[in-house]
């Protein structure tokens, strides 16, 4: 079995990719090592010490370095245990366990005006059919979280969580494409 690494726009995250279906459908973000009990392969990607956030896209495994940490010697022990997890056929998740989504976890983080329903409906097919499909290219996701009085709140997850570039790739990109198809969205804010 061959992994491919590829970097990230964000220089602590390397996004790798199995050669198979990591997630049927969906994706799942490990913001920290607690977040992790679910998943065998995130526990053990974790339990490293080096490792301070992974994120489970369709058909790759993006991991965060902690602080300080060199990627020379991270990306081989990250490769042992994709392998041994791949080639082994050990489960995603744990048999049962709850809490985490296969689908991207939409849900407004508060209560939205019913009159804006068609609005919504716009944003999250634009989210999903152009801006998603490109944000996994870079090992990470963007989930909606809400549409209020003009302002879009958008989650970033993955390599896309605390990158660098990031501020500029949702004002500059994702702003403008959802501002161009709908002129209701005056702003996008990151949660």
């Not at 804006?116 to 989930?143: F, S």
Request: hydrophobic share 45%.
């Amino acid at each position: 079995m061959l992994i491919q690494t590829e970097r990230t726009p964000n220089p602590s995250t390397r996004k790798f990719l199995p050669g198979r279906t990591v997630m049927e459908a969906g994706s799942r973000d490990f913001p920290d090592a607690a977040s992790a009990e679910a998943s065998p392969l995130a526990a053990a990607l974790f339990a490293t010490g080096d490792v301070e956030g992974v994120f489970f896209g369709s058909d790759f495994v993006s991991v965060t370095a902690a602080p300080d940490v060199d990627w020379a010697g991270l990306e081989i022990d990250v490769i042992q245990i994709l392998l041994d997890h791949f080639v082994g056929g050990a489960p995603l998740f744990v048999a049962g366990s709850a809490g985490f989504h296969v689908a991207p976890d939409d849900t407004p983080s508060f209560d939205e005006d019913p009159a804006d329903a068609e609005i919504v409906e716009q944003i999250k097919e634009l989210l999903e059919t152009r801006v998603r499909p490109a944000v996994a290219q870079d090992g990470g996701d963007i989930v909606y979280r809400g549409y209020k009085e003009g302002t879009l709140f958008l989650a970033m997850q993955g390599a896309c969580a605390g990158c660098p570039s990031s501020a500029v790739t949702l004002k500059r990109g994702v702003e403008n494409l959802i501002r161009h198809y709908v002129p209701e969205v005056e702003t996008v804010e990151a949660v």
